[in-house]
């Protein structure tokens, strides 16, 4: 009777021919760590801005709130009082508007760095990637041919 060819060790045989390396994976995933890293620091760091801005904001606000709820001699120091904070209050706001602003600038700047850096990184190690796999490839079909004559 013929015997049935053993298929799975034939596809055993041919990957072993073309062996995987392991390194470029863990490479890319080494990379991958560090620009999460970096990224995570720098919205951990504009959060914690952002936190002191809007801390700031409040207390500065209750302090000007104080001056409002004071008694008053006249009933024209009421409005006056009201009106001052008012005016306080919008000129709080612009400042810390600003201060925003600038939070937000600097995480803008700070990602694109990091996505351009991160970009090259992972162009350079897919290069290498695949030049090595290139010539692994290229032993490997060498050997192949060299033993099939």
Same mark, same amino acid.
């Given at each position: 009777? =013929?015997? =049935?060819?053993?298929?799975?060790?034939?596809?055993?045989?041919?990957?072993?021919?073309?062996?995987?390396? !392991?390194?470029?994976?863990? &490479?890319?995933? @080494? $990379?991958?760590? !560090?620009?999460?890293?970096?990224?995570?620091?720098?919205?951990?760091?504009?959060?914690?801005?952002? =936190?002191?801005? =809007?801390?700031k904001?409040?207390?500065?606000?209750?302090?000007?709130?104080?001056?409002?709820?004071?008694? @008053?001699?006249?009933? $024209?120091?009421?409005?006056?009082?009201?009106?001052?904070?008012?005016?306080?209050?919008?000129?709080?706001?612009?400042? &810390?508007?600003? +201060?925003?602003?600038?939070? +937000?600038?600097?995480?803008?700047?700070?990602?694109?760095?990091?996505?351009?850096?991160?970009?090259?990184?992972?162009?350079?190690?897919?290069?290498? !990637?695949?030049?090595?796999?290139? !010539?692994?490839?290229?032993t490997?079909a060498?050997?192949?041919?060299?033993?099939?004559?």
């Open positions: 009777m =013929t015997k =049935t060819p053993d298929f799975a060790k034939t596809m055993q045989d041919m990957m072993a021919s073309f062996p995987v390396d !392991a390194s470029a994976f863990q &490479n890319a995933f @080494k $990379t991958q760590a !560090a620009f999460a890293e970096k990224f995570s620091k720098v919205a951990l760091e504009a959060a914690e801005k952002s =936190t002191e801005i =809007t801390s904001w409040a207390k500065d606000s209750i302090a000007k709130l104080s001056d409002v709820s004071k008694a @008053k001699a006249e009933p $024209t120091d009421y409005s006056k009082s009201v009106t001052d904070f008012a005016s306080a209050a919008a000129e709080m706001a612009a400042e &810390n508007m600003a +201060a925003f602003a600038e939070v +937000a600038k600097k995480v803008q700047m700070e990602t694109v760095e990091l996505m351009l850096a991160a970009g090259k990184d992972m162009s350079e190690d897919a290069t290498a !990637a695949v030049k090595k796999a290139t !010539a692994e490839v290229t490997a060498k050997k192949a041919a060299a033993a099939a004559k």
